[in-house]
Nanobody, 124 residues
Framework: QVELVESGGGLVQIGNSLTLSCVAS????????MAWFRQTPGKERKFVAS????????YYSGFESARFTISRDNTLNTVYLHMDTLKLEDTAVYYC?????????????????WGRGTQVTVSS
């Protein structure tokens, strides 16, 4: 399994931007598709975006495709989620995940490895 550690979360005001990072270790990073999910208390973990191993293909949940951008740097073993024009409803714990099967998978069960998450709080 991949060891994943997220960072970059914090308190941010409405309309601002934030970039999350997730560093992987213990594997050949380019062999893994990577994804971001988010979760709020009492709700299911929800798919946000994913990217394939070479970074040339991305897939977004429909509600975030306009404001969020996923990218990766395989030389740094890092995947990023850049979030623009943040809204109150973007407040959540954001998790990165990895699989080797299909980068378009959107279900939690489609990913083998998970980080512990990073909290993003959007305030007014």
């Amino acid at each position: 399994q991949v060891e994943l550690v997220e960072s970059g979360g914090g308190l941010v005001q409405i309309g601002n931007s934030l970039t999350l990072s997730c560093v992987a270790s213990g594997v050949t990073f380019s062999n893994y598709n990577m994804a971001w999910f988010r979760q709020t208390p009492g709700k299911e973990r929800k798919f946000v975006a994913s990217i394939n191993g070479d970074g040339l293909s991305t897939y977004y949940s429909g509600f975030e495709s306009a404001r969020f951008t996923i990218s990766r740097d395989n030389t740094l073993n890092t995947v990023y989620l850049h979030m623009d024009t943040l809204k109150l409803e973007d407040t959540a714990v954001y998790y990165c995940a990895a699989n080797t099967d299909d980068y378009t998978m959107t279900g939690v069960g489609g990913y083998d490895s998970w980080g512990r998450g990073t909290q993003v709080t959007v305030s007014s």
